[in-house]
């Protein structure tokens, strides 16, 4: 049975359309990997189909089953991704001069965002009856694919940069899969997985290219649209960090459909955050001549040189209104320990950039301090302790003596009248 709300998939590039129920990951219009493919939909069928409690509690991504491009008769493959919170961040917002709030998607099953794409994938390739599936990832999608993967009862072989962060790849390894960490970087990881996809038919999730990962990953917006109209207010902008470009691009197009159905009566602007050192997207939108696909960067999950959904993320910046900042190392280590420090939300580096493009952006005038912001933590900290151990002090090392600590913190009496 075919996916009555989904009408085709067309090229970004040229427009050729085809068919959604075939397995096709780019247009063959075009050479290499360039021909991305956006799924277009019959929103009359799917605001006919979706029933959700708008404004109402979000128990997993399927609230908004009717906007996914999943068959009918799919057995869907979940581990309850999505619902994440939107949390208040009264700390935050003071420390940083603007009212923020922060949506947490480090708290999905795998700890990362990606899970909304990993279960889409699964589901997918379950019912077009492959036994194999495989991506490229710097670290995150290769967890979530695997956990998804095991789930489902599926083989899962996934291609890794040799620099990966260990954590990263244990996480795999426990859901069974196998790791093969390339010894290159992550654009060369992905062009292998690519190579391997044609050569041996596995199914390939990378959400670059799968046209139906980002359709995962705009369930994030279709929850931040859903938690605005609880909330009785829009935010003025939501921030993400762009790696490949298409979680940002996922986010808006979920946004954007809740918007031109009348669910909500406006939208925020986009702001992507990008590394100093991996700025292939933000160099685009901003016509810079000079741009360099290699990557440097320490937030793994963004470092990547030749992003596949530049058309994508560059389209959702601009139909927003919105823009994008480039933040250093730095300045994400800083805002790491920032959003642990004032909220107790533990982030890796990718997932803190966008607290770092805030900072950024009000330098610069691009938000106003009366505006509201949220930003979107998109992994768990957990997952690159060693970047965590770069942005803090580290631990204080003393022997098991009451004086060791009234060194640190001065007598009890002296503490007590300082109170």
Not at 55 to 84: C, M
Not at 91 to 116: H, I, M
Not at 170 to 182: E, I, N
Not at 246 to 256: E, L, R, S, Y
Request: hydrophobic share 40%; net charge negative; with cysteine.
């Amino acid at each position: 049975m075919g996916m009555t709300q989904v009408t085709t998939l067309e090229c970004t590039l040229c427009g050729a359309e085809y068919d959604p129920n075939r397995i096709i990951y780019t247009c063959p219009e075009h050479e290499g990997v360039k021909g991305i493919l956006e799924v277009t939909y019959d929103y009359d069928a799917i605001d006919d189909a979706f029933d959700g409690d708008l404004g109402g509690p979000i128990a997993s991504q399927w609230k908004y089953e009717a906007f996914l491009p999943v068959a009918a008769d799919a057995d869907i493959v979940t581990l309850n991704e999505g619902g994440t919170d939107l949390f208040d961040a009264p700390n935050l917002s003071a420390a940083l001069g603007v009212e923020t709030l922060v949506k947490d998607d480090g708290r999905n099953p795998t700890g990362c965002f990606k899970d909304r794409a990993s279960a889409i994938a699964v589901t997918k390739a379950k019912h077009a009856g492959r036994d194999i599936i495989t991506c490229a990832s710097t670290g995150n999608a290769a967890a979530s694919l695997s956990g998804y993967a095991a789930r489902g009862g599926m083989d899962c072989r996934i291609f890794v940069p040799g620099d990966a962060p260990t954590g990263k790849l244990a996480q795999p390894l426990v859901y069974g899969a196998d790791v093969l960490a390339v010894n290159g970087n992550y654009d060369e990881a992905y062009d292998l997985s690519v190579e391997v996809t044609e050569k041996y038919g596995w199914y390939n999730r990378n959400a670059a290219i799968n046209p139906f990962q980002v359709e995962g990953k705009r369930t994030v917006g279709h929850e931040l649209a859903d938690q605005s109209i609880a909330r009785g207010h829009v935010p003025d902008w939501v921030v993400f960090s762009m790696g490949d470009g298409c979680t940002i691009a996922g986010a808006w197009k979920g946004f954007k459909e809740f918007y031109d159905l009348g669910y909500v009566d406006d939208h925020p602007k986009m702001l992507g955050v990008q590394a100093e050192g991996a700025s292939a997207i933000h160099d685009a939108f901003h016509n810079h001549e000079d741009i360099d696909d290699i990557a440097e960067t320490l937030a793994d999950s963004i470092a990547v040189g030749r992003p596949r959904n530049t058309i994508k993320a560059c389209r959702a910046l601009e139909q927003s209104g919105g823009t994008s900042v480039l933040v250093s190392d730095e300045e994400i280590l800083e805002a790491e320990t920032l959003l642990g420090s004032t909220e107790g939300i533990y982030s890796e580096p990718a997932g803190a950039a966008p607290i770092a493009g805030v900072q950024t952006a009000l330098d610069r005038g691009i938000i106003e301090q009366d505006e509201t912001v949220v930003v979107v933590s998109t992994g768990f900290g957990l997952k690159d302790t060693k970047s965590a151990e770069k942005a803090t002090g580290g631990v204080d090392r003393i022997d098991p003596e009451i004086a060791e600590v009234e060194g640190l913190y001065g007598t009890a009496e002296e503490a007590a009248a300082d109170d």
